[in-house]
């Protein structure tokens, strides 16, 4: 069940906040480093909450018309991988390519987006 306020993102938003402004300023060394982790594990969490739902279903759905199967996300990544390990997405690998590429791009964008202009994926 959900919260009224703050909501979890506010949260997550208020600390990683309070971690960049009031207490990384503060820190040196290998402490300095750990406040620039922990933010920016906050701020992969934000996006994973604000992204991840619409991102998942994206990908099931791709799955679902690449296999044409219902299933989650879960069995049908496994029935994926198991097709092409058996062969038998020889000859729809053009497609199953572009699913791939997607969902990387799509995980990319969650974990690091700096990232995906130097993968050629933006």
């Known amino acids: 069940m959900s919260q009224d306020r703050p909501t979890a ?4 938003d208020a600390v990683r ?3 960049e402004k009031d207490v990384a300023p ?3 060394g290998q402490k300095a480093f750990h406040a ?3 933010a920016n594990a ?3 969490a934000m996006r994973e909450l604000r992204d991840g739902p619409a991102t998942d279903a994206a990908a099931r759905d791709r799955l679902r018309n690449l296999l044409g ?3 989650d996300l879960e069995t049908l990544n496994r029935r994926l991988a198991e097709r092409i390990r058996v062969g038998e997405m020889d000859d729809r690998a053009d497609a199953t390519l572009d699913h ?3 969902t990387a791009e799509d995980k990319l964008r969650i974990a690091n987006p700096r990232h ?3 993968a050629g994926l933006e």
């Open 100 to 102: 791939l590429l997607k």
């Open 69 to 71: 199967e219902e299933g």
């Open 116 to 118: 995906l202009p130097r």
């Open 9 to 12: 993102a506010e949260l997550i």
């Open 26 to 28: 503060e820190l040196s």
């Open 36 to 38: 620039r982790v922990a």
């Open 42 to 44: 906050l701020t992969l």
């Open 17 to 19: 906040e309070f971690i």
